[in-house]
């Protein structure tokens, strides 16, 4: 080798990329240049530390314990309110057998037979014929008083006939 092709070689050998390829060392402002039998020192960057897994876990555990606790408080809920849904289904039936029991008396008491006993226990007496009332005169023809031997029908307890509407004997009260 001659001289002049050993000085147009670099000292050190230009630093590479991550693809292999060689890239040119650019001399820093305010740094000496060294002799070439010098050589020169670089500040290489270490490893970056790594993150700390422990609150990424602590937060996942987290997230776990909450979803946990809010399905065993949901369910206890649940299960409370299908307890108080059965007790007011059972009061429910209770009601409405009471219901069904105070209808069927009230039924039983507004049958006929049965009005008709508690009237006379009562001391009413059944209604007498109808009289008609004579708006011109002022007189009530036919008829009979109430408790007379010829009245029928239920009703009527003052023992006097009681006069009908003007609208039923067809008289307009001229």
């Known amino acids: ?3 002049a092709t050993a000085t147009a070689r670099p000292t050190s050998p230009a630093p590479t990329t991550w693809e292999g390829e060689r890239r040119a060392v650019r001399p820093r402002s305010g740094v000496r240049e060294s002799s070439p039998s010098q050589r020169q ?3 290489v960057r270490g490893i970056a530390p790594g993150r700390s897994t422990i609150p990424f876990v602590l937060l996942i555990a987290a997230i776990l314990v909450g979803a946990l606790a809010t399905t065993m408080v949901l369910n206890a809920k649940m299960a409370a309110t299908a307890y108080d849904l059965q007790k007011a289904s059972a009061e429910l039936d209770v009601v409405q057998d009471h219901v069904e029991t105070v209808r069927g008396q009230v039924n039983a008491a ?3 037979d049965a009005l008709a006993k508690r009237a006379a226990e009562l001391g009413m007496v059944p209604a007498a014929a109808p009289g008609v009332v004579d708006l011109r005169g002022g ?3 036919g008829g009979s008083a109430a408790g007379a031997p010829g009245a ?3 009703g009527g307890a003052d023992g006097a006939a009681s ?3 003007a609208g039923s ?4 009260g001229q």
């Open 163 to 165: 006069a009908p509407s």
């Open 110 to 112: 507004a049958a006929p």
């Open 169 to 172: 004997t067809g008289a307009s």
């Open 41 to 43: 020192l670089h500040v």
């Open 152 to 154: 029928s029908g239920a």
């Open 139 to 141: 007189t009530v023809t």
């Open 1 to 3: 080798m001659s001289a």
